[in-house]
């Protein structure tokens, strides 16, 4: 298991950003898939961003553009930069990892059960 903490949440206006850190335990898996989630009020959770070991990224169509997902592989950190926010990005914003496997598809009815370790994650508001 991988221990994993978010941060960076927060309250903001339509139109703002704001930037999630993940920070994880070692874990010496050389195949390996993170992603953020997010889940709001009644709604099921979705995979917002994934990327994989070599870097390469993909994102769900309502934050492609807008947010970006990115790794500091030296402080074993996942980032979600997060721009132009909206109230419909209201929600609490959770981090994951899959080890020695890749990145499932994003559309995949069940994408979220591909992960084994998962932070507590952190609200984001937005407010209009």
């Known amino acids: 298991q991988v221990q994993l903490v978010e941060s960076g949440g927060g309250s903001v206006q339509d139109g703002g950003s704001l930037r999630l850190s993940c920070a994880a335990s070692?874990?010496?898996?050389?195949?390996?898939?993170m992603a953020w989630f997010r889940q709001a009020p009644g709604k099921e959770r979705e995979g917002v961003a994934t990327?994989?070991?070599?870097?390469?990224?993909t994102y769900a169509d309502s934050v492609k553009g807008r947010f970006t997902i990115s790794r500091d592989n030296a402080k074993n950190t996942l980032y979600l930069q997060m721009n132009s926010l909206n109230p419909e990005d209201t929600a609490m914003y959770y981090c994951?990892?899959?080890?020695?496997?890749?990145?499932?598809?994003?559309?995949?009815?069940?994408?979220?059960?591909?992960?084994?370790?998962w932070g507590q994650g952190t609200q984001v508001t937005v407010s209009s």
């Open positions: 994951a990892v899959r080890l020695g496997a890749s990145c499932p598809v994003l559309r995949d009815a069940y994408f979220a059960l591909y992960f084994g370790s």
């Open positions: 070692r874990f010496t898996y050389s195949t390996y898939c």
């Open positions: 990327i994989r070991t070599d870097g390469s990224t």
